[in-house]
């Protein structure tokens, strides 16, 4: 770290104890001040010191009588010390505690000068007014039914009290209706007022949000969102997640953490995060966006049996899963993808996206991007499908992962090494396989083995892809001489019988959501949108942060307990 000049450093009082605080461009940094009497009582240094990045600051303001907790046991104390030391300010910071979860701290330093007190807080204020990255207004959408139903209580509990405190105004809606908040976002809301959109709620109400936004983005810059080759435009404003749902993987895979608190205080220090978003159309018929997980087949299946089960609550997830496993269906039909050539990563190199990952730094600009699909087309006569990879087959499930998808359940998700930000997607093909060994792969996602390594499994990095189902076709010589067993009107083929017509068809269930048709052409916008966040951050660098102070080297205990 550069050595930089110190703005402030001043001896103040923190706890009756001195306290020498020092402020530079990057960092705030205070240790008790009689160092030589800590050296003899053997107490290290570093547990006396501590270090605060400026960016990490949510406030700072001038302490009032009274605002300074103490314990009942100190306040004798603290009363005679405020007679000496009458002034105070206090610094609200973000502290890093256990998996992923931030707190807001305080600390109170006091002195006897109203004049140096005032300056510590003009001067800090000052820097945090620099952080041009944080916003100042926000638009919020509080979904009241999502989850437990608390998803209103925990925004004016856990959330208001820590924007305000940052100085940060809200414009807040509850909504009443399902696509309340897509439908204000598109059409209603007046956007250039504020920094930032905010949702409260589930990864259904995330969906809802990103809807809203992305179209009302396309809208004002003339972008027809019904062509699938259409270049969408980036949307400006960043999308906040309160996890106030049943399903919360957005956040978790963001922030790697489902906490309110931790979300609130992402976006007060205005982290951003790019996200790749999938557009999803039927011919040139645009139906939906996808951030997490897009799966034919065996997720398709459970999804649409556990909508029929909505009275059950998040249980229904469960029975459906069992029911859907031992029906063991499989589809026919074709998958085309274009690989995503150039890509530093690949779906088995147990690369994880990290907060500053480098594979998503290194994203293909849309220009390349744009040169690579057009080479391509030029290369193919018909259309684009020269240099796709087709591959016809039976399969249980297919399913298209833009993120990991990990969640407390699945730690690891459903593809381990999928990037938040790469452009890509990674396309999951499990093809006709006995029922043990589906479950195998299936147990894998809740351990640490990896679920590609079956011959039955394939994965691609994607940039694009399409499925179409095999449809009311007389099936192959090689299938016809299987016996003939019509399953009279279900839609559905099993492996253990075996259809002479594969008219049936599973439904695509896309970020939770059923689509309508089965044929559809899928396509990544690389970074499409920015979240609060900043991605999931390495263990290692929670635990310690040794800085250099302008003087000399201090390890000092950041903001970690
Ligand atoms: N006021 C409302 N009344 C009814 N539905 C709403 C309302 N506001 C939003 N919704 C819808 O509720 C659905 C579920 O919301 P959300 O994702 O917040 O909760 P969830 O419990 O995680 O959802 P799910 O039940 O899908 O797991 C969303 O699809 C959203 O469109």
Redesign the pocket.
Known sequence: MDKQAKLLSSRLFLKLRQVEVVLNRSVLTWREADKERKRSSGISEAAHGRSVQVCEIVAVGRTEDGDDKRTRKSRKEAKRHSQLYPCAFTVSFVMRTRQHQWRCSEVTFHCNDQELCNQWVRVTNEQLSLLTNRPKSLLVYI?????KRR?KRIYEQKVAPVFRRAGISTDVIV???????RDHLKTEASLDKCDGVVCV????????ILHGLVSRTQTDHGVDENQPDAELVSCSLRIGIIP?????CVCFATVGANDPVTSALHIIVGDSQPMDVCSVHHDDIFLRYSVSLLGYGFYGDLMTDSERKRWLG?ARYDLSGVKTFLSHNYYKGTVSFLPAEGNLGNPKDKLQCRSGCRICQHKPSSKDQHSEMSDKKEKSPKGDSGDWNVIHGKFIAINAATMSCACPRSPKGMSPSAHLADGTTDLILVRKCSRLNFFRHLLRHTNRNDQFDHSFVEVHRVRKFRFQPQHHRLDSLEDLSEPLQKKGFSPICSAQTTCSYSAAHSSWTCD?ELLPHAAIQVSVQCQLIRLFARGIEEQQEQQQFVFEDPCTLWPLEQSTN
């Open positions: 979904n009241p039914f999502g989850g998803g909504t009443e209706r399902a696509n309340h908040a709620g589930g990864d259904g109400m995330f969906s809802e106030a749902g049943s399903t919360d998040p939770g």
